[in-house]
């Protein structure tokens, strides 16, 4: 069929047309009535699912608490919230495409973080180039906030925190016991993915202020997990403070091989131990004075006027989803998230998402997870990360000190 | 590097240690190696599921500890249950690819990979899991510590291993699979029914991936994912030792098993897989070279 070049420009331009009449239908949707709709894509299915639900949970028990008590008020309107969810299927282009059709096809212009870095990474640089804001609770990595990003805020410590208080622990111990900080040995090993990297990056500067000494690197390859190479070094060498990431893996093989070798490290920290349910897999005995971080837990006085304190939340939430024993910290800062949102609209006084990043990015508030404040990257500074030791498998705060709820025992002592 | 050479120098122990472990380790992976030969040289099937096939006997172990059992009992479960399996997978799928070229038969079991990650991540999910032996470790003098299970794995591995070398050699059904590898036309000529013999080498080297599984998840971690490892290593294992050289691929497996394990210690973690595939280029170009002098050789 012969179709005239002018034909042709009439049909593209009506088609530019409809589509941008699709986009301005849209761009009134993200405030439906007296609705807030905010989107988030999240790994619902794939290897994040186990966490991404977590956070999911932890977004949708912050909606139903602020409806409850009477939603949130812009401009002395009151408005309800709530979330639109797409499954990413842990897959990282997924999140991208997904983001892009929250903000063009469903005009979201509020947004709440994907699980991971990973997918953060992803979606970031979409939310960015639509200049709309989002709050996100499960990205961590220290790459995130060297982008320059406007519009993302996260609730969350960074990686490079997760076990650098392992490191200040240390040097504390080493002076009760009259030695110097500088006297202290460190072996490490991480694995080589960029999550765990950034949390060495933090041990490695933190080691490096106290002058401590570095006497194993290892960086475990991401696919064998297997430790022992490391750990018969660790035997050899003798260190005062064996630190390790690895994720759930790393963390289920550390704790086993460390068993099963009988490494005698007064000290160890590594990351993902709930994660990974030490406790349950190897027994409290194997497991027991293994130092894990963690972004929040129950026991800690952190408080505020919705949620009551981290305890309360902890009951509150167990009793929404009976089928949790225990509250993951990444349900809770999801929460914080939605709460940060709410925050958001009520001193932005407006739904215009310029207002709205200005009024994110001077928030200061207390809440049941800890203070949040932004810093000009994005990340939270308000809140450290704690410390946690596994004694007669409780997880039991003990550093910082402002927090702990018990005593650490040095050096470890398990029961072989 | 060189603070882990001296550290070897002071100590020769540590070396001993670190061997006796590669050899442990190894013993898996010529096991897992192993079953790819014998498919890889009777059917002519590069099987890319054969990790995922060990993690699938790796959460037979899995299940039966959480039905409260000891995850040793799952090994014979895993070696029946896994030949039935590859059984079944031949007849659906292997059978109509065996004959086709080398794409058809990689890309069918490359779907194959992927539909058992999916299956056990939809059924036990993405988190790792272990199957807890709690046979604790022995010590040997001051120093070098054995983990009991893997001196089990290593004799079971030994156990099985010379079961299917004698099965080979003296069974009926194993000179009809050794007749099919020299020649399948020839053999079915000679009345030997191919279409069973290849229906039973895979059959056998699901079960001997099974078994190895139930290995892996007692000395190691187990997620749907993981099989690529595995995968990985035993390709490097067989192309190292050769096509239809079974004892070679047992001596290689032991050798590339030390060798990343030392070379782990010797050069840091990070470069212990490197190390083995640069061993892998350094065999090849030996072997390569080896041909090229029996080629001149005027006969």
């Known amino acids: 069929m012969f179709v005239s070049r002018k034909s042709v420009r009439v049909l593209t331009s009506a088609v530019a047309g409809i589509a941008a009449l699709g986009m301005a239908s849209a761009a009134t949707a993200k405030v439906d009535g007296d609705t807030i709709i905010l989107g988030a894509a999240i790994s619902l299915t794939g290897k994040y699912a186990t966490n991404g639900i977590h956070a999911q949970k932890g977004y ?240 800690l006085s952190y408080s505020d006027p919705l949620m009551g304190t981290a305890a309360e939340y902890d009951a509150a939430f167990k009793k929404a989803y009976p089928e949790y024993t225990t509250v993951p910290y990444q349900t809770a800062q999801a929460t914080a998230a939605v709460m940060v949102w709410a925050d958001a609209f009520g001193r932005a006084k407006s739904t215009d998402t310029e207002d709205l990043r200005d009024a994110l990015a001077s928030t200061d508030m207390k809440t049941f997870y800890g203070g949040i404040k932004f810093s000009e990257a994005g990340n939270n500074i308000a809140k450290p990360m704690v410390l946690r030791q596994i004694q007669d498998g409780e997880y039991n705060v003990v550093a910082p000190s402002k927090w702990a709820s018990s005593e650490l025992r040095y050096p470890r002592q398990p029961k072989n | 590097m060189l603070d882990n050479l001296s550290l070897l120098w002071q100590a020769p122990i540590i070396g001993v240690d670190l061997l006796l472990q590669g050899l442990f380790i190894g013993a898996i992976f010529a096991l897992v190696a192993y079953g790819l030969a014998l498919v890889w040289g009777v059917m002519n099937v590069k099987n890319l599921a054969q990790g995922d096939m060990v993690i699938l006997g790796g959460y037979i172990a899995y299940q039966a500890t959480l039905w409260g059992l000891h995850p040793i009992v799952a090994l014979p479960a895993a070696i029946v249950l896994m030949f039935g399996l590859g059984w079944g997978i031949y007849v659906l799928i292997i059978r109509r690819v065996v004959d086709r070229d080398m794409f058809t038969s990689l890309l069918a079991t490359f779907g194959l990979s992927l539909l058992i990650q ?31 299970v893997r001196l089990y794995s290593l004799l079971l591995a030994g156990v099985l291993a010379a079961a299917i070398i004698v099965f080979m050699k003296r069974s009926r059904m194993g000179q009809a699979i050794r007749a099919t590898a020299q020649d399948a036309r020839a053999a079915r000529v000679l009345g030997v029914n191919t279409d069973h013999v290849y229906a039973f080498t895979y059959a056998l080297n699901a ?18 994912y993981y099989g690529i490892v595995y995968s990985i290593r035993a390709f490097i294992i067989v192309t190292a030792a050769g096509l239809g050289n079974l004892p070679g691929v047992i001596i290689a497996g032991f050798g590339l098993g030390m060798w990343e394990n030392v070379s782990g210690f010797v050069f840091g973690a990070e470069f212990a897989v490197a190390a083995v595939v640069l061993m892998l280029v350094f065999v090849l170009m030996y072997r390569l070279a080896q041909s090229y002098r029996v080629r001149q050789v005027v006969r």
């Open chain 1, 60 to 299: 949708e028990f912050a909606v139903k608490k602020i409806n409850d008590t009477g939603g949130v008020q812009v401009g002395g309107k009151s408005y309800k919230l709530k979330v639109q969810y797409y499954d990413d299927e842990s897959t990282p282009a997924r999140g991208a495409q997904l983001a892009e059709r929250l903000i063009n096809q469903d005009g979201i212009k509020y947004m709440l973080g994907p699980y991971s870095s990973g997918l953060t990474k992803a979606i970031a640089p979409v939310t960015e180039k639509y200049k709309i804001p989002m709050v996100e609770a499960e990205g961590a990595s220290r790459s995130l906030f060297t982008q320059g990003y406007r519009y993302m805020f996260a609730v969350l410590s960074t990686s490079e925190q997760y076990l650098a208080s392992s490191i200040a622990l240390a040097g504390e111990v080493a002076e009760q016991k009259g030695m110097k900080a500088s006297d202290v040995k460190i072996a490490m090993a991480f694995e080589n993915d960029p999550f765990s990297l950034d949390v060495r990056a933090g041990v490695v500067d933190d080691a490096k202020k106290l002058g401590m000494k570095i006497v194993i690197d290892d960086k475990l390859p991401r696919d064998l997990s297997d430790m022992t190479s490391t750990l018969t070094k660790v035997k050899a060498l003798k260190p005062d403070l064996l630190v390790v990431s690895g994720h759930s893996k790393g963390a289920a093989t550390a704790a086993r091989q460390i068993q099963e070798l009988k490494i005698d490290t007064p000290m160890i920290a590594m990351t993902h131990c709930e994660a990974a349910d030490v406790v349950g897999k190897f027994g409290a005995d194997a497991s027991e004075g293994l130092l894990c971080p963690t972004q929040w837990a129950e026991t």
């Open chain 2, 118 to 148: 999916q299956v056990l991540n939809l059924i036990y999910g993405p988190e790792v899991k272990v199957a807890e032996s709690g046979f604790g470790s022995m010590e040997i003098g001051s120093f070098i510590i054995i983990q009991n």
């Open chain 2, 207 to 224: 079960s001997i991936c099974g078994a190895a599984g139930v290995l892996v998840a007692m000395i190691w971690v187990i997620q749907p």
